[in-house]
C-alpha cells in the first residue's frame, strides 16, 4: 500500500496537535523539510516542543514556528543564527534543552533504537550535565542522558518510493537519519517520488520507519552563511 499522500498540509494536520514533540531533520538549512514546517505553522497548532540540531534562521524554516509563538520548548545544539529565538529566550518565553550536538544525533539514535538512557563522557563538568547521574566507567566520568521519542518527526529527502524507502543528499544524511527513526509517528517529504522501488543498496532510511510521504514542492534552496571572494585577476581582466 502507498504512503504518499495528497499534500503536506492534509497529512500535518490530521496528526500534529497541541503539546506535542516533534523532531525536525536538517543541518542549517540543508536537508530542512520546509513544506512540513510551513504546514505545521498553517496548522496553527501550539505549545510544541521542538527537537532539531538548530532552530533554522529568521523567516524561514523552523523559525516560522517562532514567528507565530507555536513553540514553548527547544532541545537543540545550536540556535545562534536566529535572533528571534534569542530574544524570546531572553524575556522567558521560550524554554530551551541545550545538548552537545553528537549526544544529541545519539539520543535521537537511541530512541529510534528502543534504548532508554546511555552513558557518555560529553558534557560532564559543564552545565548540560547539571542534575544528571553520573558515573565511571575505567576511571572516566560519564553522564547519563536519555533517548529522544518524539511524538512526529519530520524529514526531508533527495528521493523516496511509494513506500516511503528515503535517499538522503549529503549534508541532508547528518539529522535526517536518526530523526526518521525516533518517533511514533514519520512524515517525510521528498523531492522525487520514483514510480518503482528505490534500489535496496541506496536506501538511507528503510520505508518500515516512514508512515507517510508527500511529494516535496520545488523551491529555491536558502543557504544559511554564503562566504565568497573576489575573482582572482586574469589577462582578459587586466589583472
Partial sequence: MSKLRSSAAEIVTETVRDGMTLAVGGFGLSGNPFDLIEAVRDSGAGDLTVVSNNMGVDGTSLGLLLETRQVR?????????????????????IEIE??????????????????PAFYTPTGVGTAVAEG??????DGRTCVLERGIVADVALVHAALADAEGNLVFRRTARNFNPVVATAARVTIAEAEVVADDYVDPDRVHTPGIFVDHLVLAAPRAKP????????????ARTGG
Fill in 98 to 115: 541545550f545538548a552537545p550536538q553528537g549526544t544529541l544525533a545519539e539520543r535521537l539514535r537511541a530512541g529510534g533504537a528502543g534504548i
Fill in 223 to 234: 543557504i544559511e552563511q554564503r562566504t565568497v571572494r573576489p575573482a582572482a585577476p586574469t
Fill in 132 to 137: 544528571k547521574p553520573h558515573a565511571d566507567f
Fill in 73 to 93: 520548548r527547544v532541545i537543540a545544539s545550536y540556535v545562534g543564527e536566529n535572533r528571534l529565538f534569542a530574544a524570546q529566550y531572553l524575556a522567558g518565553e
